[in-house]
């Protein structure tokens, strides 16, 4: 199984910045499509993002489209989400997943293998 560990959360005003990083394990990185997940307090998890294997292909919801931007380094085993214009409604804990089944330019909604999770809070 690949291991998946996220970092990068923290506190942000309304309006600034968050980087996440997710740093997967072994040399076969690549294999797999990644995504982003969040759930907030008292809330399901939802779907943010996912790329590629290939990094071609990235899906958003439509609520952080334009802000956020996922993107993948399979040299250095991570995948990143760049997280500008930062909301309120963005307050949640941030999820990394990975995909087995995806084909090289295929992102599919179905995941594998989870992350611990890492808060993302911001204020008003």
């Known amino acids: 199984q690949v291991q998946l560990v996220e970092s990068g959360g923290g506190l942000a005003q309304a309006g600034g910045s968050l980087r996440l990083s997710c740093a997967g394990s072994?040399?076969?990185?690549?294999?797999?499509?990644m995504g982003w997940f969040r759930q907030a307090s008292g809330k399901e998890r939802e779907f943010v993002a996912a790329?590629?294997?290939?990094?071609?292909?990235?899906v958003y919801i439509d609520s952080v489209k334009g802000r956020f931007t996922i993107s993948r380094d399979n040299a250095k085993n991570t995948v990143y989400l760049q997280m500008n214009s930062l909301k309120p409604e963005d307050t949640a804990v941030y999820y990394c997943?990975?995909?087995?089944?995806?084909?090289?330019?295929?992102?599919?909604?179905?995941?594998?293998?989870w992350g611990q999770g890492t808060q993302v809070t911001v204020s008003s």
């Open positions: 790329i590629s294997r290939s990094g071609k292909n990235t």
């Open positions: 997943a990975a995909d087995r089944n995806a084909a090289w330019d295929e992102v599919l909604y179905e995941y594998d293998y």
């Open positions: 072994g040399r076969t990185f690549f294999n797999y499509a």
